[in-house]
Nanobody, 121 residues
């Protein structure tokens, strides 16, 4: 089972950008679909986006479509979440997750510990 560690969170002003990274270890990275999720205080965890095994296909939540972009580097065992034009409502803990199948839903095999993103002026 793959292990995941996120990094890159922090404090950013509205309209700013941030890039999150998630490094995988312990298994063949390219065997996994990678997802990004977030959870704001008092709210349920929600889907942000996902990327297929070789980075040739992505899917995004409507709330981030056109502002966020997911990419991956299978040589570095890393998936990225580029976040642009950040809004107050993007404030949340962001998690990466891994699973073998290209399916919807929030059932993933592995989860990272999360990294905090705070959008504030």
């Amino acid at each position: 089972q793959v292990r995941l560690v996120e990094s890159g969170g922090g404090l950013v002003q509205p309209g700013g950008s941030l890039r999150l990274s998630c490094v995988a270890s312990g298994d063949t990275f390219s065997a996994y679909v990678m997802g990004w999720f977030r959870q704001a205080p008092g709210k349920e965890r929600e889907f942000v986006g996902r990327i297929n095994w070789y980075g040739t296909g992505t899917s995004y939540a409507d709330s981030v479509q056109g502002r966020f972009m997911i990419s991956r580097d299978n040589f570095r065992n890393t998936v990225y979440l580029q976040m642009n034009d950040l809004k107050f409502e993007d404030t949340a803990v962001y998690f990466c997750a891994a699973k073998k199948a290209w399916t919807g839903g929030m059932t993933y095999d592995s989860w990272g510990q999360g990294t905090q993103v705070t959008v504030s002026s």
